[in-house]
T-cell receptor
Framework: AQSVAQPEDQVNVAEGNPLTVKCTYSVSGNPYLFWYVQYPNRGLQFLLKYITGDNLVKGSYGFEAEFNKSQTSFHLKKPSALVSDSALYFCAVRSLRASGGSYIPTFGRGTSLIVHP | GAVVSQHPSRVICKSGTSVKIECRSLDFQATTMFWYRQFPKQSLMLMATSNEGSKATYEQGVEKDKFLINHASLTLSTLTVTSAHPEDSSFYIC??????????????FGPGTRLTVL
């Protein structure tokens, strides 16, 4: 079974400071990892993904994430936070499910990022 | 590119009625679509995976007779909540992948539909 953990319900950071939103995963086989952002009453927007290659992945809006295989983590980072970054962030993993042969995505419970002016 | 739309964005209905939600991929062909349900301040709960031209695969605990999914074309999937009850009130989100649901495919999400059952 695959799972994703986002240990923090909420992250608070001052504008201009670096931010980190944590994500750890558990999956058999190669993990394909994603970060999405959700603004209030909206669907999810894709930020970035890790498939293979360089462990540091750069995505939209200045976000990046670092894949760490030994720690099974895929933390989302940004060097300088903006107030407009305040939103709900979801980490997700996709891998082949044991039955049915489908690639089923699993999402973390989400982390609310609040950037203070 | 990769825009997914949902209609309606918000619907209020009486208990016992049925509600249809449409999910469309506007600029790409989506052989696989996913339907999620999201409760306030919680993660997305996958309800079913829909493949064009075949029956949807429902997750455990999701009643397929209550949540009817039809994926009639490569750009349209519909979710019908039959005989809706107040406990069905939720935020329903669809997503689509460009290819046949491969593990590396990015999911593109619709804006969601807020269903309120009175």
């Amino acid at each position: 079974a695959q799972s994703v953990a986002q240990p923090e319900d909420q992250v608070n950071v001052a504008e201009g400071n670096p931010l980190t939103v944590k994500c750890t995963y558990s999956v058999s086989g190669n993990p394909y990892l994603f970060w999405y952002v959700q603004y209030p009453n909206r669907g999810l927007q894709f930020l970035l993904k890790y498939i293979t290659g360089d462990n540091l992945v750069k995505g939209s809006y200045g976000f990046e994430a670092e894949f760490n295989k030994s720690q099974t983590s895929f933390h989302l980072k940004k060097p300088s936070a903006l107030v407009s970054d305040s939103a709900l962030y979801f980490c997700a993993v996709r891998s082949l499910r044991a039955s049915g042969g489908s690639y089923i995505p699993t999402f973390g419970r989400g982390t609310s990022l609040i950037v203070h002016p | 590119g990769a825009v997914v739309s949902q209609h309606p964005s918000r619907v209020i209905c009486k208990s016992g009625t049925s509600v249809k939600i449409e999910c469309r991929s506007l600029d790409f062909q989506a052989t696989t679509m996913f339907w999620y349900r999201q409760f306030p301040k919680q993660s997305l709960m996958l309800m079913a995976t829909s493949n064009e031209g075949s029956k949807a695969t429902y997750e455990q605990g999701v009643e397929k007779d209550k949540f009817l999914i039809n994926h009639a074309s490569l750009t349209l999937s519909t979710l019908t909540v039959t005989s809706a009850h107040p406990e069905d009130s939720s935020f329903y989100i669809c997503s689509a992948t460009r290819l046949a649901g491969g593990s590396t495919d990015t999911q593109y999400f619709g804006p969601g539909t807020r269903l309120t059952v009175l």
